[in-house]
């Protein structure tokens, strides 16, 4: 069945860097458009980056643009969201997922710590 794996979360200050993995299985990878979303507490989960099935085309929130960048290794099956200049705002549990399916994955905490 369609599983997502995320890691690469963590305690991170004002500023700083983290780089998250997805690991995705139980689909076509190389043809799918994989997207970043994020839920921070109290709060709906939102978009955050999207990413063609080649890697050429991406697009990302506006409140993103400019500090994070997503990537993806097909032949490895994983994706990956390069964050930089991180805010306590990007406070969240971040999730990936595959358009066409419904399955998430455990997702990986990000927490700025203030």
């Known amino acids: 069945q369609v599983q997502f794996v995320e890691s690469g979360g963590g305690l991170v200050q004002p500023g700083g860097s983290l780089r998250l993995s997805c690991t995705a299985s139980?689909?076509?990878?190389?043809?799918?458009?994989m997207k970043w979303y994020r839920q921070a507490p109290g709060k709906e989960r939102e978009f955050v980056a999207r990413i063609d099935g080649t890697g050429r085309r991406r697009d990302y929130a506006d409140s993103v643009k400019g500090r994070f960048t997503m990537s993806r290794d097909n032949a490895k099956k994983t994706i990956f969201l390069q964050m930089n200049s991180l805010k306590p705002e990007d406070t969240a549990v971040y999730f990936c997922k595959a358009d066409g399916y419904t399955t998430w994955g455990q997702g990986t905490q990000v927490t700025g710590d203030s």
């Open positions: 139980g689909f076509i990878f190389g043809g799918a458009v």
